[in-house]
């Protein structure tokens, strides 16, 4: 049996709190298999033989002081229930504590608020681009290691649950299409039903008495862009056989992909809706926590719309009953683990199938594939290791050390206790919660090294000394834009100014400014014989600007008689 658990912001009408227990109570029914979820359950005796099992309450967040800084966090989802934990404790530490202001973001919008200066501090998959992360002071340090999961609810033929369940990516892939056979789609006509019914699925899968399952079986999606897709199609693609498929070729019994699908590209950020009569069954959902919480009441996505007296009334899928659940969704494992959702266990590239424990994520971070920044990774989906579980992911902060003091301070004061009590696994608020393995020694090291540069600050590069022969190119007087007659280009707040001159060009004796400030100065003037020259060109435009001017208004008192003698003889 499931139960959502919510926090009283959530569902603040109930009144539970540490001051104001509550309790779930189980109330038994009568017991017979027809109507057993409709059944009234006020007969007396079945009150009397309830079971009432008291809850306790964990701090939330709110719990930190509305006073002093904060830190602002934006980034991954992925992150999220780890940065409940932690938040809610470093608040209240009796030394260097810190209150944390979080942002659950899509991976792809942190990296742009980042390279921009919108927020100091981004929790990312992939890593911000290089030039961008250089021009911001970035580094990088490990913060926690989760994983992107198939989560289920499957009951069998015998309304029992299904706890085991092995996918390849050519499955994946083959739900992710909208493969399987819905309707009159001539798309997917000659294909199976649903999962369930492939012979593919059933062949990696033996011994279970599975149900017969609704048409198509269309899988819950985030809706969002997502590092988190990118790594799920990533391991589709490493795979010769779902490659293949998605190309066309047929598996080894006969099904071939949605033909709206054949040839889509690889790796993408966001799942694509390309068969247009799926658009009331495939409905990516926004955001990983309601995706989440729609999986755990097992209802199917999409919704119908119809006309009622010229209203269009919307009709979402009924939530499925315990006995009869038959949904999928690719999740993040934490949230599986909230749930207490079933995960799959996943085809690497040994021929093993991995579940997302914690031995299989902490043997996906060890056979990655380092990025240029030394810390952010994604798993080598080629490595033969048996152990490894194919969609591990790191979540990595990005930090910029051009943020003032007091900032890079609190970032430091953070990453003490994640790296540190932080990678703890419990349930007790600050610890690291079920669906996250704790750092290894080594990015544990990294993240210290991090701090270390954060702490140090942005350091400014040296500039070349300009030659004493050198001759400063001049600026234009309308402050023209680069390009339009010698304007200074703007760089990023922080970043340095100093550059090499391009081949050819004049070299300039401009100072530089100081990272972080703009320079008032935007031409030396000296005594050269050619700046002479420069500072005359704006008085005899002036002058001759007057000149200009003073022929028609000299006419024009000379005419009218109302000027001086002279002007008018």
Known sequence: MTIQLFTKRESASLGCDATSPCSVVVVPNYGRPQGATEDQIDAPWAWERRTVVPLDFLPVDDACPLVGSSLRVEGSPFAGHALASWRA???????????????????????????????????????????????????????????????????????????????????VAKLITGSYRSG?????????????????????????????????????????????????????????????????????????????????????????????????????IQELDTLSRQLSIARFPGATVTQEG???????????????????????????????????????????????????????????????????????????????????????????????????????????YVVGAGQVNGEQVGQLPEGYAPLPKDLVAQAQKARTAILAGATEEPTEEPSPSSTPTPTDPSGAPPGGGGGVPL???GAATGSTPDAGSEPSDAPSATPGTLDPTM???????????????????????????????????????????????
């Not at 202001?101 to 742009?112: F, L, M």
């Not at 290089?130 to 609810?153: C, E, H, I, N």
């Open 184 to 284: 009159g789609n001539p798309a997917v006509i000659n294909n199976p039903v649903n999962i369930f019914r492939d012979p593919d699925f059933r062949a990696v899968n033996p011994g279970v008495a599975w149900p017969g399952g609704a048409p198509g079986n269309h899988p819950l999606l985030l809706g969002d862009l997502s590092d988190s897709t990118l790594a799920l199609t990533r391991w589709i693609e490493a795979d010769k056989d779902a490659r293949d498929f998605l190309a066309g070729k047929p598996d080894p019994y006969g099904m071939t992909v949605n033909a709206n699908y054949k040839g889509v590209a690889l790796p993408f950020a966001g799942f694509p809706l390309l068969d247009p009569l799926m658009s009331e069954t495939f409905e990516p």
């Open 523 to 569: 031409l030396t003037v000296g005594s050269t014989p050619a700046e002479g020259r420069m500072m005359l060109l704006p008085f005899l435009g002036i002058l001759a600007l007057l000149m200009l001017l003073a022929g028609p208004a000299l006419l024009w008192l000379s005419q009218t008689g109302r000027g001086p003698q002279w002007l008018r003889s």
């Open 310 to 416: 010229g209203i269009n009334i919307v009709t979402k899928p009924p939530r499925q009953n315990p006995g009869r659940r038959e949904v999928i969704g690719i999740i993040d494992a934490a949230s599986a683990a909230r749930f207490r959702l079933s995960t799959a266990s996943l085809l690497n590239a040994s021929g093993a199938f991995v579940k997302p424990d914690n031995a299989g994520l902490l043997a996906g971070v060890e056979h990655a594939d380092v990025n240029a920044d030394g810390v952010t990774r994604s798993v080598d989906l080629t490595d033969k290791d048996p152990a490894v579980y194919p969609l591990t992911l790191l979540i990595a902060g990005a930090f910029s050390t051009q943020a003032d003091k007091d900032e890079r301070q609190e970032m430091a004061d953070l990453l003490s």
């Open 89 to 171: 404790r470093t608040c209240t530490l009796a030394s260097d504590a810190v209150r944390v202001d979080y942002t659950s973001i899509g991976e792809p919008q942190t990296r742009a608020d980042v390279a921009t200066g919108i927020t100091d501090v981004g929790l990312l998959i992939d890593p911000v681009d290089g030039d961008a992360g250089a021009a911001r002071g970035l580094t990088y340090a490990p913060m926690a290691v989760t994983g992107l999961v198939v989560a289920f609810q499957i009951d069998d033929a015998d309304g029992k649950p299904v706890s085991d369940l092995k996918l390849t990516p050519r499955l």
């Open 491 to 493: 760089a990023p707040a």
